[in-house]
């Protein structure tokens, strides 16, 4: 049989070197942010030492992670086996409910809750105090608590039936199985999801500089956006790093030999018990604080915001700015896909330790925070422009930057953070599928180049549209690097609420805020309900 | 000792066990054996209380269990896949269902059971690091532990290589053969269930 010419070159080498460029690629915004802060320390920096300001920021931080984390697990995990193990009325609508504040952003949950601690003051007594970090813990836990609860959720559906009924046999009272399987079995998953939190806790600028929660990433903030002050942002973004680094590893060292998952058990759908009156009432009472607190207050008192100003909608201009945010997704959603789809193909070339750790290098972005990640950004850029473009420009008479501030640079600081979401799910899924299969495409004559399109695109293609929208519900919510990376009079929705909240005029950034909620609900609904037929579930 | 009376499982629409009935005498050693979906494991799971029939009783030592949780029958239960915790050691495994023993008794037990089984040499490793073989010796330490008056074996050689059936089979038997205890098999292989038991039922004949 004729083989065509691009089915038979050996392209193992230029897979190889796409493969590195685009790590090395993935890898720049930290070079840069680790190469800037190897310079001598600014005054600015002493000062913040010698006073010990460093030291509160840093406990701050680690105060406000432990915080949230251990909030956000509790209410998420409990939320997961409620619905899990137990069938109770309206399980079904709670259950989607209990997804919902997911779509609303954390910092429009903090501009909202301020009116709503206007119209109820004994809410502000509970939930604004010390131990909250005047309300940033609260903020945090409520409206991020979903990450836990759908990983949670989706695991124990997979992972435990057989393991309660072991327990059973062996004389465990249910008690006793919670503790002594549900927990353990659960544990890394809880952990893992429990860190996409505190990843998102430390990306937040917003929050924090709203409520005064003095952590790392405000005095970041203020120190590269307000003071300009670059060399020490790099510093701090290299601390807070560093804390990442901390509590990722820890959780490796505690886990020790331990495993918790055994892939060679086929488990079925656990059967939920139904429940009785007593437990009705709990459990009803639990999710409706929840609730009340995560979604039906904010989303009236912005409702209540928007009737009390609808003069306002035609100066907002909310189509354009809308219609503008989607683009900005649609192209970086779309960039993100492609080069997933091709890194992971590349990847899975690889065996056993050289995949994993490469695996890890590529999946790295979404752990560092969003507002180290726009430092770094930056710094790639202006160094490029100033390098290259800004020289060449000089002498056509153009005094201006070609690349730093352009929405190039935004897509670019979106697409290094969220790249590893698109990355993990394409990579499980060809994890998932065996290599038998591309390894058979290869006997039969086929390079790396058209087993990718042959094999790999129509197995990952399927994926496609669930990654499409887990992108969308992160990069329209996305604030910290839109904020920092945008062009001169660039609008998104994010940027939006953000400008108007910031000029005290909340009333106002609740429409834009509206509109992401809308948005991301209605995705998170077609996901867990349209979708339901669908072969992404 | 066991009685299972006109008992009728449905799963989803599916029905499973049509007024099916079993009589198992104490200590007799009996194989329920037939093609998948023949309702062989779901036979196990209604005795353990792991599953509710819709309609029929099951009775052991002449008393109704229907209202009694499965952590209170004393049924022993090797699952098909041992189903061993992935995050306790073998030690913490074995000992999992008698962790109400004081230390010094529990120690001892696990030292006998560990002994008899073979396994003394495993104690400190995780289920990752273990053999089909081992697993399913551990998973076996684990349920004898608890000295039940019924063992309930789903399945247990059919994650072992072929090569070491026989050696482990002949084993088992002899470790059976020295308890005083009651036991059904669940296999779809005719030979598991001559080796080991009195009695074969065949779920494919039977109405």
Not at chain 1, 374 to 402: E, R, S, T
Not at chain 2, 46 to 54: N, S
Not at chain 2, 136 to 143: E, F, P, S, Y
Not at chain 2, 170 to 195: M, P, Q, R, S
Request: aromatic residues 14%.
């Amino acid at each position: 049989m004729k083989k065509h010419k691009l089915n038979t070159f050996d392209d193992r080498k230029l897979f190889n070197v796409i493969g590195i460029l685009i790590l090395i690629f993935l890898f720049l915004p930290i070079f840069f942010i680790i190469a800037s802060s190897l310079t001598k320390n600014s005054d600015y920096l002493e000062l913040l030492i010698e006073e010990q300001f460093i030291r509160t920021y840093l406990f701050n931080t680690i105060e406000l992670i432990l915080k949230v984390g251990i909030i956000s697990a509790f209410i998420g995990f409990t939320m997961a086996y409620i619905v899990t193990f137990y069938e109770f009325k309206y399980r079904n609508i709670l259950k989607l409910l209990l997804l919902l504040p997911l779509a609303i952003p954390v910092y429009v949950g903090a501009y909202t809750y301020t009116g709503i601690f206007n119209s109820w003051p004994f809410l502000e007594v509970i939930l604004k105090n010390n131990f909250t970090m005047n309300g940033s813990v609260f903020i945090f836990s409520i409206f991020l608590y979903p990450y836990v609860y759908l990983a949670s959720r989706s695991y124990l559906n997979k992972n435990i039936s057989e393991y309660i009924d072991v327990a059973r046999t062996l004389g465990k009272s249910e008690l006793s199985i919670f503790f002594k399987i549900i927990l353990p079995v659960a544990r890394p998953v809880i952990f893992a999801s429990t860190a996409l939190v505190i990843f998102e806790t430390l990306s937040d600028f917003a929050v924090v500089n709203y409520y005064g929660a003095q952590t790392l990433s405000y005095i970041l903030n203020i120190s590269w956006l307000s003071l300009g002050q670059k060399d020490t942002a790099s510093k701090l973004a290299i601390l807070l790093l560093f804390v990442i680094f901390v509590l990722i590893y820890s959780e490796k060292l505690f886990r020790g030999k331990k495993e918790y998952a055994n892939d060679s058990i086929l488990f079925c759908p656990y059967k939920r018990r139904r429940t009785t009156g007593k437990q009705s009432l709990m459990i009803y009472s639990f999710i409706f604080i929840v609730l009340l607190l995560g979604l039906f207050l904010p989303v009236v008192q912005l409702l209540k915001y928007v009737s009390m100003n609808l003069d306002y909608i035609p100066k907002l201009n909310i189509i354009k700015i809308t219609l503008n945010t989607l683009f900005t997704i649609f192209v970086t959603a779309s960039i993100i896909i492609i080069v997933g789809i091709i890194l992971s193909s590349i990847i899975r070339n690889y065996k056993h330790k050289k995949r994993t750790i490469l695996s890890s290098l590529a999946s790295i972005g979404y752990s560092v925070p969003s507002i180290v990640l726009a430092l770094g950004v930056y710094m790639f850029f202006i160094n490029v422009d100033k390098a290259i473009f800004f020289p060449i420009l000089k002498l056509f008479g153009v005094n201006k930057y070609l690349l730093t501030s352009t929405r190039i640079a935004l897509i670019f600081g979106l697409f290094f953070k969220f790249f590893s979401i698109a990355y993990s799910y394409f990579d499980q899924t060809l994890i998932k599928t065996g290599d038998n299969i591309f390894e058979s495409a290869k006997t039969l004559g086929n390079n790396n180049l058209f087993t990718m399109i042959k094999i790999n695109l129509p197995i990952l293609r399927r994926g496609v549209k669930y990654v499409f929208i887990i992108l969308f519900i992160d990069l329209i919510k996305e604030l910290t690097l839109t904020y920092s990376l945008r062009p001169f009079n660039y609008k998104s929705l994010s940027t939006e609420v953000y400008r108007y909240a910031g000029n005290e005029m909340i009333e106002v950034a609740a429409y834009p805020s509206l509109v992401i909620i809308l948005l991301c609900g209605l995705v998170i609904t077609y996901v867990e309900i349209g979708g339901k037929n669908d072969k992404i579930k | 000792m066991i009685k299972l009376n006109n008992i009728s499982f449905k799963y989803d629409k599916e029905l499973i066990l049509d007024n099916f009935n079993l009589n198992v005498k104490t200590n007799e050693k009996i194989a329920l054996v037939g093609m998948s979906g023949s309702g062989k494991s779901t036979i196990l799971r209604i005795i353990a209380g792991l599953e509710k029939p819709q309609k029929g009783k099951v009775f052991i030592d002449s008393k109704d269990v229907g209202n009694i949780p499965t952590f209170q029958r004393n049924i022993g239960f090797l699952f098909q896949n041992y189903a061993l915790f992935p995050f306790l050691n073998v030690k913490k495994n074995i000992e999992f269902g008698i962790t109400k023993l004081n230390n010094q008794e529990r120690a001892e037990k696990i030292n006998n059971f560990a002994k008899l089984l073979g396994i003394s040499k495993l104690l400190e490793k995780f289920p990752h690091e273990l053999s089909g073989g081992e697993k399913q010796r551990v998973a076996l330490a684990r349920t004898l532990i608890l000295e039940p008056k019924i063992i309930l074996l789903d399945e247990p050689f059919s994650a072992i290589d072929t090569k070491l059936k026989n050696s482990i089979r002949n084993d088992l038997k002899a470790i059976f053969n020295n308890l005083n205890i009651t036991l059904i098999l669940v296999t779809h292989d005719i030979e598991d269930a001559n080796v080991f038991c009195s009695r074969v039922i065949n779920l494919d004949n039977s109405e």
